[in-house]
């Protein structure tokens, strides 16, 4: 049982240290005056997505590339089944006062480019380097957009933006910014160092490979932050947000994880992936359509749906 205890510890720290970095980065970034918008389409994003970005890092530097690859692709599955449909279940989404199709053609092709790359067998350096080069242009379009936003409706919004921000305060005092940022920076790495081993261990102790582990257990607990935050903007009637944190996690876990994690070494690609769970990865994607361009709304039946298709997909992965 202390491999799963251990496990279990490791989760809650990187779920409590990335959530005191991003209120760290968050209050630092607006105590030196940089605007509200630009710190979510960038510091959160990075924030939320930092438990997966430590323990992808970790995985490839313990000899373990399957729970990075699979914590991704994992992720990236659960963040839209999951993260969407058990929302769902609790409040109707209401998707069809969105307008996302620009950021999710992005997601689109950043699934493209990241499945063509695990077609090379291996994610090497230079795979990491395509993909940090779209992470820069999916920053760049985000910072255009945020632009024309600024220029077209002045700055009235900017108390706004600073609600959707998590415990956003310009006037947080500087001794407590330092301790949200001291407790994300040394937790992480912490959490990450915990989750990874024993998560490997469980591998071994049942039979399982670490690909196994990292699609189910690693992803979903690396998922929770994302549900907590859509469960509350589908009770908050805030679809725009809930849709906007899928299509944008999903998008930094793709382009920057495995970017990032690439720089710390080679990331073989399990055969197994190639021939089933990157394109459920994909189709899941897809499923978004409807929501996306012809503006249906996420009730409880899809809600249903969503949830029922992922936990078949759990069972399939597990048996």
């Not at 039946?301 to 078949?312: A, D, E, P, R, S």
Request: charged share 10%; with cysteine.
């Amino acid at each position: 049982m202390m491999p799963w205890i251990l496990s279990a510890l490791g989760l809650v720290i990187l779920l409590l240290a990335g959530d005191a970095l991003v209120r760290g980065a968050v209050n630092l970034s607006l105590r030196l005056g940089v605007p509200a918008l630009i710190v979510s389409l960038t510091i959160v994003a990075f924030g939320t997505s930092a438990p997966e970005l430590l323990i992808s890092i970790k995985a490839v530097l313990e000899h373990a590339p399957g729970i990075a690859l699979g914590n991704v692709v994992g992720s990236n599955t659960a963040n839209i089944l999951l993260v969407l449909g058990v929302p769902a279940l609790l409040a109707t989404l209401h998707t069809s006062e969105c307008d996302s199709r620009r950021n999710y053609v992005l997601m689109i092709l950043a699934s493209v480019l990241f499945i063509g790359l695990a077609f090379c067998g291996t994610f090497t350096a230079t795979s990491g380097l395509i993909l940090l080069a779209g992470l820069g242009l999916m920053l760049a379009n985000a910072f255009r957009e945020a632009h024309a936003h600024r220029k077209a409706y002045g700055d009235p919004c900017a108390d706004d933006d600073l609600e959707v921000l998590e415990e956003a305060d310009p006037d947080m005092p500087w001794w407590r910014i330092g301790i949200y940022l001291l407790l994300g920076l040394i937790g992480l790495p912490m959490g990450a160092h915990l989750l990874v081993d024993n998560a490997s261990i469980i591998a071994r102790t049942y039979g399982v490979s670490e690909t196994v582990i990292g699609l189910t257990l690693v992803a979903v607990g690396t998922s929770l932050p994302e549900l907590a935050t859509t469960v509350m903007a589908a009770l908050r009637r805030q679809a725009d947000v809930a849709l906007g944190n899928v299509i944008g996690s999903n998008m930094f876990n793709l382009l920057a994880i495995i970017g990032v994690a690439t720089m710390f070494g080679p990331i073989p690609v399990d055969p197994e992936f190639l021939r089933f769970d990157l394109w459920v990865m994909l189709a899941a994607s897809l499923l978004l359509i409807p929501f996306v361009f012809f503006k249906w709304d996420i009730t409880r039946t899809w809600g249903v749906f969503l949830t029922g298709i992922y936990l078949v997909y759990i069972v399939v992965v597990l048996v």
